[in-house]
């Protein structure tokens, strides 16, 4: 029977796909099977471009990834230069007004999208790496194993991320190690910091996606012609895993802009003179009282966007993966 | 049988009429017909019987009797009228209402059915309380109602969660739940697909009695044909979208007058019939695509009768007596179409290929000892196949798993192969005991690896298990799929783009890519079609005649296990309850258990069975009953003697052995009685 679903599935949307994926008769069906990977993929992209959502989300992306890249090229002003005119509001000159220096907060906000996106993807990145292979470790073997790292993946999800954050980062500035480890660069400690705090987040999804493949009888049948543990992690059930694991990155990428603005503002993330979002913010949270909104509002709406942006996206992605 | 001819007079309403009902499937903006002008009645108080393979539109038609159709699925034709009333064309309001009062259904699986966060008791109450009764009414109704189906403790029952109570009372449950508004009509959609025979044949009791004093019409769809023939007075054979044939249910099954129905009743294996005797029918070709074109007969691409006729005009309707029809021209040929192939295999030989002795195996849950299996003996020949049965949890799986060294089984357990002992857990034996045993598991899709090509699962498995290099399991893996009957197409596929039957074949290929000398069958045919398991017990018979494969073959049916299996072990609660050759298995004395199972498989051929119903249900092993295992459900305990020693194991004839109290000369005496 589901050789002919297949069959249906292909026959019934002709006008998307290329005309040799057009099949009248099973036969054909098969010429596929070589491309046929790139069909599924093609077919979750199809889906994913008919939802709004994901458009209107990768648009924002989209937008955030160029001004991260070359803002600094079409930018009206310079970022970085001071002026007199401090603290001017929203005008035909500059739009977003000025900052406590007079800078051009317009220029600021696109520009200020380059550390922070850098660093939180990279960040995501890494922890669903780590998270990944403890995961599948935990998933895989189970027992005392699991049971121990568990634990401690459990220990570190209780502890408040922020919180775990703004500890290490402040201690970074005394120790010799961790300035060694980061090669003096803000940014790099960030990532790692980040990575860590979100790795035990990722291990959990992936322990419970690899528990419900590790049961199945193909994972039987491949011990019974004795597979390596490490090959069934990898070749056997890694590939039956992938969809959670992307759903999972795209989440903690989310996730991870908030949480490097976060520590921004707290003044231990990406550190001045970068013009970032939530550096800005703590910067001028102080004049908020006195009725000078611009520069905390159009910084505060730049983290938004994007937050909500990659959400947005990140919510497609699970909706077709789920399919 | 339970033929009641219906009495009621010709002008009383029909309890469901469908007429040339057309539907189809919108699939992404294309209607894709699933239905082409299935029209049939049910009387009151008639059980009608739908049956036919899956994807031939069975369950649609149930689902569209009562307007459960989802929202791609629209009709396209013809009229459902249901007690008199047409409801084709009925808003929502007005199916509530019809479903409310009219008809129920009962569908396949009673455990989703239910809402595992709720207390069946507040479930079934809602079924009442929906028809507008007060809380208390509703209460009471609903006790009395699961007293009806026979459940004994209701109360206790009401405070359960359904994932505390066993499928079979689950469907108990759902059923009492399903007769809440008295209803005229009852759908029953595969109601015992999944549970264990003798379960099953509780429930259908169940169904009968209900039936019998609600006076309900039912409309039963089910794919095995013996439950359909015990339950119901007329049936119709349906074939993409279409009742091929339609009649009075002995008669139809007695002698089939379409191909289709010959093809279906042959390819099931009956009348005792042995792999030693004759080769199974099967049915060429696969089911049409959904959705695509038939215009004339729409067996026609698969029937061995079809010529030029067939092909150019749409078969004409033929009556026969008793009310029945067919649609074929070839009527008077059906009778002629060829009986099963003889066959020509090699029978079993006598060199003891495995020997289990004292195997146990006991698992840790919670803090305590869970024995699954206590001290089995079994022995198999080279070329031999043992066949498996029991209720589910009686530990079957378990002996498989354990043979293999998935589970290490107990200290004191052996498993000698060809002489040699086998280490107990797969990660320590040898390369050569790897390859001697391997597996067919129940389900494929798990089976395999839905992210690899056939091509890459067979290679890997030649490759870890022969050593072979790269060319030389290349040629391997095409040797392997031609025994198969694989094309060299399907290779490059992945398990999902393949229909269930050729999954499986792939996993027999798996298994047999090392020449193993054992392969254990875990229910490899329950999840398909009779055409397709036919078609997978002849391969596997010849591949065993070829290869001088021993099967260790696990099956919850019996009539598969007796055709294939050359011995039958009989398991409950983990024991060996009874050996021997299939023939003295199925000629008796038997342990009161096998005569309980043998009695609670529905025959397709209507004859009557002497119905031994198991009371109450598999316990748990944690904590199995004192002396004999089986005493609290043996319909033969004695007092005093099977509750309180463990009963020997006596041999009845020469490799015939019996766990029993009761002595075979007074077994052999009762059963031949009842």
């Known amino acids: 029977m589901e050789l002919e679903d297949v069959n249906a599935e292909t026959a019934i949307e002709p006008a998307l796909q290329s005309s040799s994926m057009m099949i009248d008769a099973a036969p054909n069906v098969l010429k596929q099977s070589l491309a046929e990977r790139k069909q599924a993929r093609k077919e979750r992209w199809r889906l994913l471009r008919r939802r709004p959502g994901f458009i209107i989300g990768a648009v924002i992306v989209l937008f955030w990834a160029f001004c991260a890249a070359f803002a600094q090229y079409v930018v009206p002003y310079n970022p970085f230069d001071d002026r007199d005119k401090r603290h001017m509001p929203p005008s035909a000159d500059h739009w977003f007004g000025t900052d406590q220096t007079g800078r051009d907060i317009f220029s600021r906000v696109l520009t200020g999208a380059r550390d922070i996106l850098l660093v939180a993807p990279i960040a995501a990145v890494l922890a669903v790496i780590m998270g990944t292979l403890l995961g599948m470790i935990m998933g895989y073997f189970r027992g005392w194993t699991d049971n121990i790292l568990s634990r401690f993946v459990e220990a570190f999800l209780a502890l408040p991320v922020v919180l775990v954050g703004l500890y290490v980062l402040t201690l970074a500035s005394q120790s010799d190690f961790l300035q060694t480890i980061s090669f003096n660069s803000r940014n790099i400690l960030v990532i790692y910091v980040v990575a860590v705090l979100f790795t035990p987040i990722v291990a959990r999804t992936v322990r419970a996606a690899v528990q419900g493949e590790r049961d199945l009888d193909y994972v039987v049948s491949a011990r019974l012609r004795g597979e390596s543990s490490l090959f069934i992690m990898t070749r056997e059930i890694f590939p039956n895993v992938t969809g959670p694991i992307i759903v999972e990155l795209t989440v903690r990428i989310g996730y991870a802009i908030f949480t490097v603005a976060t520590l921004s503002f707290l003044g231990v993330g990406i550190q001045p003179p970068s013009p970032d979002w939530g550096l800005t913010i703590s910067d001028e949270r102080a004049v908020l009282a006195a009725g000078i909104w611009w520069p905390v509002t159009f910084n505060a709406l730049a983290i938004i966007t994007l937050v909500v942006a990659v959400n947005l996206i990140a919510d497609s992605i699970q909706a077709v993966y789920q399919k | 049988m339970t033929i009641t001819e219906s009495t009621s007079a010709p002008t009383a309403t029909n309890a469901l009429e469908v007429r040339d009902l057309e539907l189809a499937y919108v699939v992404r903006g294309v209607p894709r017909p699933v239905l082409r002008g299935v029209s049939f009645t049910v009387r009151p108080g008639e059980a009608y019987g739908l049956v036919g393979e899956s994807g031939c539109g069975k369950s649609t038609t149930a689902y569209a009797a009562l307007r459960y159709l989802p929202r791609n699925g629209i009709i396209t034709g013809g009229h459902i009228l249901v007690d008199g009333d047409d409801i084709t064309n009925l808003d929502r309001n007005g199916l509530r209402e019809f479903r409310k009062q009219k008809a129920s259904m009962v569908y396949q699986d009673p455990g989703s059915s239910l809402n595992p966060t709720i207390k069946v008791g507040k479930q079934v109450i809602e079924a009442f309380t ?55 009509l009852l759908v029953l959609d595969e109601p015992t697909t999944g549970l264990d025979a003798t379960v099953e044949a509780e429930v259908l009791d169940l169904v009968r009695t209900l039936r019998n004093e609600t006076g309900a019409a039912i409309l039963l769809i089910a794919h095995n044909l013996g439950v359909i023939r015990s339950m119901c007075d007329r049936v119709g054979v349906m074939y993409a979208g279409k009742i091929v044939e339609e009649g009075n249910a002995g008669e139809v099954f007695d002698a089939p007058k379409h191909p289709y129905t010959v093809g279906l009743l042959r390819s099931l294996p009956r009348h005792g019939m042995h792999k030693s005797q004759s080769a199974l029918s099967t049915i060429p070709g696969t089911l049409p695509t959904l959705g695509s074109e038939l215009p004339t007969c729409v067996y026609v691409d698969r029937c061995p009768l079809a010529d030029d006729t067939c092909r150019n005009q749409v078969p004409p309707v033929v009556q026969l007596d008793g009310g029945r029809y067919t649609r074929c021209h070839h009527v008077d040929a059906v009778a002629e179409i060829n009986e099963s192939v003889p066959s020509t295999l090699r029978t079993s030989g006598s060199e003891t290929v495995l020997q289990i002795t004292g195997v146990s195996k006991t698992f840790r849950q919670g803090g305590h000892d869970v024995p699954a299996l206590v001290g089995v003996n079994l022995s198999l020949n080279d070329g031999e196949t043992l066949g498996l049965v029991g209720e589910s949890g009686s530990g079957k799986s378990t002996l498989a798993k354990a043979l293999l060294g998935v589970h290490s089984p107990d200290q004191g357990s052996s498993l000698t192969l060809d002489q040699h002992q086998l280490a107990s857990t797969i990660e320590q034996r040898s390369t050569a005991d790897k390859r001697a045993m391997q597996i067919v598991f129940q389900n494929p899709d798990s089976a395999l690896n839905a992210s690899w090509t056939v091509r890459r699962i067979l290679q890997r498995s030649v490759r870890k298990l022969t050593g072979k290099d790269a060319t030389a399991a290349d040629e391997r893996v095409a040797q392997l799929a031609e025994h198969l009957r694989l094309s060299p197409r399907h290779l490059d596929m992945k398990p999902s783009q393949l229909s269930g039957g050729l999954k499986q074949r792939v996993a027999i290929a798996r298994a047999f890519a090392g020449d193993p000398r054992i392969v254990v069958c875990d229910e490899p045919t329950s999840a398909l079609d009779v055409s397709v398991q036919a078609a997978i017990l002849n391969l596997l018979a010849e591949l065993q005649s070829e290869q001088r494969t021993s099967y260790v073959f696990i099956s919850h049916d019996l009539g598969v296990v007796r055709y294939l299996a050359d011995r039958i072990a009989v398991m409950y609660l983990g024991r060996i309850m009874e050996v021997g050759t299939t023939e003295d298995l199925f000629k008796g004395p038997n342990h009161p258990y096998t005569e309980a199972l043998l009695s609670a498989v529905p025959s397709v051929d209507g004859q009557v069975s002497s119905r031994i119903r198991l009371a109450g249900e598999i316990p748990s092993p944690a904590n199995p009953p004192s002396g004999c295992v089986f005493h609290p459900r043996c319909h033969r305990a004695i007092a005093g003697t099977c509750d309180a020693a463990e009963p020997p194991v006596v041999e009845v004839s020469l490799g015939h052995s019996i766990r029993c109290h009761i002595p075979a000369d007074e077994l052999k005496a009762l059963q031949s009685q009842s």
């Open chain 2, 130 to 184: 929906v028809l507008g009764q007060s809380a208390s009414l509703a209460e009471s109704n609903a006790l009395q109602a699961l007293r009806k189906v026979q459940i004994a403790d209701p109360e206790r029952v009401m405070g359960r969660y359904p994932h505390q109570l066993s499928g079979g009372m689950l469907q108990r449950v759902v059923i009492a739940m399903a007769l809440a508004c008295d209803p005229g």
